[in-house]
């Protein structure tokens, strides 16, 4: 009979670590599933497929709906370089702000080092762009 009050108390000594260990599994598989959502890889939309669903629902070639999309990219494209500012009704307004010379470090090395001014081209979405994303 003490070989079986020995068996006893061994399993109680299992048991409860497993019940330590089962709590700190779920924490460990919360954040698991909280990065696999934000890793989902997002979806490109590219030119052709805008042309594309333009062309099925406008009853147009897709070659046509294809060459108004880049007519319209090269036009955006020359009134940028003009300095214009081109609002597109309920998605936004494109322009191009002057960035000014500055000073920056490079993180290498960590020395001073002069940035030249540039351009860039910022977007300002519209309030109805916003309200539906």
Excluded at 54 to 78: C, F, N, P
């Amino acid at each position: 009979m003490p070989p079986a009050k020995r068996a006893a108390p061994a399993a109680k000594k299992s048991a409860v670590p497993a019940k330590q260990a089962a709590p700190a599994k779920k924490a460990a598989a919360a954040p698991k599933k909280a990065a696999a959502k934000k890793a989902a890889p997002q979806a490109t939309v590219t030119l052709k497929q805008i042309a594309a669903q333009l062309a099925e629902r406008h009853d147009i070639s897709k070659k046509q709906a294809e060459g108004l999309l880049s007519e319209m990219v090269a036009l955006t494209t020359e009134h940028l370089q003009q300095g214009d500012k081109i609002r597109l009704t309920g998605l936004g307004i494109l322009q191009v702000r002057a960035l000014p010379a500055r000073m920056g470090r490079n993180p290498a090395t960590g020395a001073a080092i002069q940035i030249k001014a540039s351009k860039k081209i910022a977007f300002r979405a519209a309030k109805e762009l916003k309200a539906s994303v």
